[in-house]
Nanobody
Framework: VQLQASGGGLVQAGGSLRLSCAGS????????MGWIRQAPGKGREFVAS????????YYSDSVKGRFTISRDTAKNMVYLQMNSLKPEDTAVYYC????????????????WGQGTLVTVSS
């Protein structure tokens, strides 16, 4: 599975961004999809994930109510709509794919795309 993330950029606090991830290779629809982020000087953090069917969604407490993950199985796409952005959301965001949606163990996630940088200014 190859994953290509896009949509990062510079935004002011309170603003919005939409990240996109295009999947290719093996049947992407067979995998749960998600987003992991890494802020400067910090470890990787789970952000959100969606099950294979799209019925089950998971969010970290830090983004719940502000971010929305969705997927378009027909297009092999996954999206992360980020609203009410805060400076602490500044990070490199990675699109990922794995067997199961509750991505509890980041180090065990099977497929990673390249990151896209999101910078939120205060």
């Amino acid at each position: 599975v190859q994953l290509q993330a896009s949509g990062g950029g510079l935004v002011q606090a309170g603003g919005s961004l939409r990240l996109s991830c295009a999947g290719s290779g093996r049947t992407v629809s067979r995998y749960a999809m998600g987003w992991i982020r890494q802020a400067p000087g910090k470890g990787r953090e789970f952000v959100a994930s969606v099950s294979r069917s799209g019925d089950s969604l998971y969010y970290s407490d830090s983004v719940k109510g502000r971010f929305t993950i969705s997927r378009d199985t027909a297009k092999n796409m996954v999206y992360l709509q980020m609203n009410s952005l805060k400076p602490e959301d500044t990070a490199v965001y990675y699109c990922v794919a794995d067997d199961l949606a509750p991505m509890k163990y980041i180090s065990a996630i099977e497929y990673w795309g390249q990151g896209t940088l999101v910078t939120v200014s205060s």
